[in-house]
């Protein structure tokens, strides 16, 4: 991870939390001092948590693990698409759907659908419609785009989540904490760390402050992935398809003879 100080974080207000009127009683160990009735959050906790975020995610991305980035609020959304597209990881900036990730069928079927009009749109297959029927297709395409094209490869639930706000985002931590998914997050001192498995506290509402924690995190993912595609090819596995393709032959060798055989 590159050098981050106290002072850049000061500058970027990572330090400011919620008023004490708001606050977690959970975030207490994270939380330095109150002033004018707004809580300060200990910055020194902060790194300790960024480097321990970041090199669990670069552990995971390493493995090649799929590790979903997760930001619908304003602040949080052109953030987390710019970093997710850059080191090519699903990311999810609009209305988290229910059941994304414990009724990951529907998000399938939606991701099936979207190919299937984006292909059929290809071919001109939409042009024998009526022109409203063709602008219901594209309308409808748009809002598909919209509401999953950022995980429209994914073909599995995510290993990893990676979540910017955990009070904006709750549904999404809830349902990774239900399918024991990891969980990383920026946790403000209105919200429960509890809920995640690696939190990250800090300012979530600055954008200064989620964008300086959102590039590490992608960062992390980048370096991870750089490192599983230097790994080299398990021999085992490659054994593994060798066997699997001489079986393969024999069987449709054994097919060839069958089939000659007079009736």
């Known amino acids: 991870m590159r050098e981050v100080t106290l002072e850049e974080m000061l500058k970027r207000g990572v330090h400011f939390g919620h008023r ?37 995610l670069k552990q995971q991305a390493s493995e090649g693990k799929v590790i979903l980035f997760v930001g619908t609020k304003r602040q949080a959304q052109k953030l987390i698409r710019d970093a997710a597209e850059r080191v090519e990881t699903p990311f999810i900036t609009e209305r988290w759907i229910g059941g994304t990730l414990t009724n990951f069928v529907t998000i399938v079927k ?29 309308q409808e395409i748009e809002h598909l785009e919209h509401l999953i094209g950022g995980i429209e490869r994914l073909d599995k639930t995510p290993d990893v989540i990676f979540v910017a706000d955990t009070k904006q985002d709750s549904l999404a931590i809830e349902e990774a904490r239900k399918l024991h998914i990891p969980r990383v997050a920026i946790v403000d001192t209105n919200a ?40 080299p090819v398990d021999a085992g596995v490659i054994a593994s398809t060798d066997d699997h393709k001489d079986k393969m032959h024999t069987a449709s060798a054994k097919l060839d003879k069958i089939e000659k055989i007079p009736v």
């Not at 001092?33 to 975020?53: K, S, Y």
Request: with cysteine; net charge positive.
């Open 192 to 231: 429960n760390p509890e809920l995640v498995d690696y939190p990250i506290p800090a300012n979530d509402d600055a954008v200064s402050s989620l964008e300086l924690i959102i590039s590490l995190m992608a960062e992390a993912v980048e370096e991870g992935k750089k490192l599983f595609s230097q790994k």
């Open 110 to 138: 939606l991701i099936r659908k979207l190919k299937q009009l984006r292909s059929a749109r290809e071919r001109g297959d939409l042009q024998k419609y009526t022109k409203k029927e063709q602008l219901g297709f594209t």
């Open 20 to 56: 004490e009127s708001r606050w977690h009683p959970k975030m207490k160990p994270y939380i330095h001092t109150l002033r004018q009735g707004i809580h300060i959050i200990n910055l020194e906790r902060t790194l300790e948590c960024l480097h321990t975020a970041y090199d669990f």
